[in-house]
């Protein structure tokens, strides 16, 4: 009975050994983290948060599609703006190697070059892809909507 237990333990120690010992974090985590390389306006962090092929739907309806575009869209806003965002997670939900975190999203954006801030307000997508199981969250699509377009 002994040598069963025994073999019983080694077995789970083996079997946990090859697991990944750090869990993934939640996929709203990263669109907070995303909100926060934003806020500091750091493009190079920001990008590497992003799939090699990613999507952006701003609220303007525009397609910016792939890295180089979207790197430049945004440098260009955060030349002009400094931005202020916070974001509410409202349901994020993982399937395979796809995810996804929808939520709202509160902004107030300052001229740098002085001026009156501008406030907007909307909900936000973001769809998740993971090459693999020991691969890393990417945003893979993102979406923008505000509840007053006329602002910005």
Do not use: C
């Not at 025994?6 to 996929?27: D, F, H, I, M």
């Not at 997508?125 to 691969?135: D, E, M, Y």
Request: glycine share 8%; hydrophobic share 40%; aromatic share 10%.
């Amino acid at each position: 009975m002994r040598s069963g237990s025994l073999a019983t333990a080694l077995v789970l120690v083996t079997a946990l050994a090859g697991a990944s010992p750090v869990r993934a974090a939640p996929v709203s985590d990263l669109s907070q983290q995303w909100a926060g390389y934003w806020n500091a306006k750091n493009l190079t962090a920001i990008m590497t948060l992003y799939a090699p092929e990613p999507v952006f739907l701003p609220t303007s309806g525009e397609r910016w599609q792939g890295q180089v575009q979207i790197r430049r869209n945004f440098a260009r806003g955060l030349r002009k703006f400094d931005p202020r965002l916070t974001m509410q997670s409202l349901r994020s939900e993982t399937s395979g190697n796809l995810a996804y975190d929808s939520g709202t999203y509160d902004e107030t954006v300052a001229p740098t070059k002085g001026g009156k801030a501008i406030r907007a307000r909307g909900n936000y997508l973001f769809v998740f892809q993971r090459r693999n199981k020991r691969s890393g969250w990417k945003i893979l699509e993102q979406v923008w909507t505000q509840f007053d377009p006329s602002k910005l």
